[in-house]
């Protein structure tokens, strides 16, 4: 019976074919009012960037995501060492249409 509860307690989730592709970010931007954060994830591609995806999450999910993050890090950098900060890109990022 246990087994049943664990195999009713999996989320299986659909994902599209175009989306298994992933999309690359080398930039991102976060915004936030009091019931959601929003996540824009860039590609910085001079002379223009691109906006490569946009997610928006409520704040406990946009906390838990934090904490995910960091501990993927700190596991990463144990495994693989210290990764070096980038220099942050200059100027705004700002929307055209």
């Keep these: 019976m246990e087994q049943n509860q664990q195999q009713s307690k ?3 989730i659909k994902v599209r074919d175009e989306e298994l592709k ?3 970010s080398n930039l991102m931007q976060i915004l936030h009012t009091k ?3 929003v996540l824009d994830f860039f590609l910085n591609a001079p002379p223009q960037g691109i ?3 946009r997610v928006m999450v409520s704040p406990a999910h ?3 995501i934090a904490q995910a993050l960091a501990e993927n ?3 990463y950098e ?3 060492g210290a990764i070096s900060e980038g220099e942050a890109p200059e100027g705004k990022i700002g929307f055209i249409k």
Excluded: C, S, T
Aim: proline share 0%; no cysteine.
């Design 10 to 12: 999996q989320l299986q």
């Design 22 to 24: 992933g999309a690359y």
């Design 35 to 37: 019931e959601e954060f």
């Design 51 to 53: 906006l490569a995806a």
């Design 62 to 64: 946009a906390k838990r």
């Design 73 to 75: 890090v700190k596991k």
């Design 78 to 80: 144990e495994k693989f």
